[in-house]
């Protein structure tokens, strides 16, 4: 049963390799939607096929279907690009980084810093990828619908995983792949990584993604799926049975992930969400429910869920101190090299040698390695495409105003685990996020073209 999970990353990336030289580059979202959320367990499991010889090529997929079809959407571009201020500041991110490559600045040599640029500055070519396709070719409803169903698979697993209290990854030969790859070896209770448990003992499970957190910041992503594809003209928020399902799962998720920036930005997603469509009713449930939580804690709740609440809170507990030393140790890299320490000096070049630089923070990761004025850049890009989703969602109908209440909800639910973790890392979300920026930026450069035409759009 296992090899279903290779076969689905290796599978779809053929599948959209092969769409893609067939001239449909809309098909690169299926291999994002089938073959990245079981990137790191398919891994696992063909190093533990015996296929570690080739996993440079495996690892690989993403990067090279991103560029395929980006130098294919350029190649046959017929119209000028009308950049607008995001896409400037994407192309001034993505060189500002880019010339770190070269200065002689940190420890690493320029296959390593080539790797950090990788992990640091690839998301503005799948950006680029999503800006430049043709937003009549791809169908929301269809691979809104199809994430979903993802994501209720997802869920499957993960009450498998409880219900015999074993992680999946203990099959997988996860240990032995990030031992082999990545220099790491097995940790806690569980021969995994300390990811997989909490600093009180309670397991963490990840369902087929690469870990709990990633499940956690997953789950956020669905649930900003689930909002946008089923919110009506009107504001009316209205399930069908697979919203109703995929709902239940997100729940499901969010819970046992014990991801705590996760869980938290999971209810704050809801809160903007019934505050921006008008749902009074959502917002007295909300607040009654915050009330009711309040009490349970300060007065009923015992044990190790109150345990892990207190230390969250106050930030006793190991997972929380650990967080604040690295925040520290970043920002006083930055402080006192406001324009970097070098590429591969913070992140997962260097933590893979044990010589890592702050971290569990995205913007600590980028200002350690390229300075101020990279992380600026990168809190401009992002509050852009913030601004660019609510305008659209306020000013447009249709198509344009699902993508961008997904873009929204999902940019607000990422702030919090932004500050706690390297959030580009996680490859699902990444990607697809990106994606879907750059074609909601398309979509409103030419929206009163596509009215006409986006309702007669074929399921792809």
């Known amino acids: 049963m296992l090899y279903i999970i290779p076969c689905a990353y290796v599978f779809s990336f053929l599948y959209a390799l092969y769409q893609l030289i067939q001239q449909k580059p809309q098909y690169i979202l299926r291999f994002f939607v089938f073959g990245l959320p079981v990137y790191i367990t398919a891994l696992s499991i063909l190093n533990q096929m015996g296929l570690g010889s080739m996993m440079t090529l495996f690892q690989g997929f993403k990067e090279i279907i991103v560029i395929s079809a980006l130098g294919y959407l350029i190649y ?50 799948i950006y680029f990828t999503g800006r430049l396709i043709n937003p009549k070719l791809v169908n929301l409803k269809t691979n809104f619908s199809i994430i979903l169903l993802v994501s209720i698979v997802a869920g499957v697993v993960l009450l498998g995983e409880n219900l015999v209290n074993t992680h999946l990854q203990t099959y997988t030969g996860y240990a032995e792949y990030q031992l082999r790859f990545f220099d790491t070896e097995p940790s806690g209770n569980f021969g995994l990584s300390w990811t997989f448990e909490t600093s009180n003992g309670l397991k963490r499970f990840a369902s087929f993604y690469g870990g709990p957190l990633e499940l956690g910041v997953n789950t956020i992503f669905t649930l900003a799926a689930i909002l946008a594809l089923y919110t009506q003209t009107n504001f009316s928020f209205k399930l069908d049975n697979l919203g109703k399902l995929a709902l239940l799962v997100s729940v499901l998720s969010i819970f046992l992930a014990i991801s705590r920036a996760s869980l938290v930005s999971y209810f704050f997603v809801i809160y903007v969400y019934a505050i921006i469509t008008y749902k009074k009713q959502w ?53 006192a090299n406001p324009l970097g320490l070098g590429l591969g000096m913070s992140g997962r070049v260097s933590g893979a ?38 305008q659209q969602f306020k000013a447009k109908t249709g198509k344009i105003r699902q993508l961008a209440l997904c873009v929204l909800l999902v940019k607000i639910g990422m702030i919090i685990p932004t500050f706690t973790a390297n959030t580009e890392s996680y490859i699902y979300i990444a990607y697809i996020t990106w994606f879907c920026a750059g074609l909601l930026n398309t979509m409103s450069l030419y929206q009163s073209e596509l009215n006409s035409e986006i309702a007669s759009i074929t399921n792809q």
């Open 283 to 335: 917002l007295q449930l909300f607040y009654a429910g915050a009330t009711l939580v309040t009490i349970a804690v300060l007065f009923y709740l015992q044990g190790d869920i109150y345990d892990l609440i207190i230390s969250t809170i106050n930030f006793t507990d190991n997972s929380s101190a650990f967080h604040v030393l690295q925040w520290l140790d970043g920002i006083e890299a930055i402080s």
């Open 353 to 390: 040698v044990g010589d890592n630089i702050g971290g569990e923070n995205q913007l600590v990761i980028i200002g350690v390695q390229a300075g101020i004025i990279a992380i600026l850049l990168y809190i401009a890009i992002y509050i852009g495409l913030i601004r660019l989703a609510v």
């Open 76 to 125: 046959n571009q017929t119209e000028r690009i009308q950049f607008t201020i995001i896409d400037k500041l994407l192309i001034a991110y993505f060189i500002y980084t880019g010339i770190y490559i070269l200065l002689p600045l940190g420890n690493y040599g320029i296959v390593q810093k080539l790797l950090a640029f990788k992990s640091l500055s690839f998301f503005p070519l």
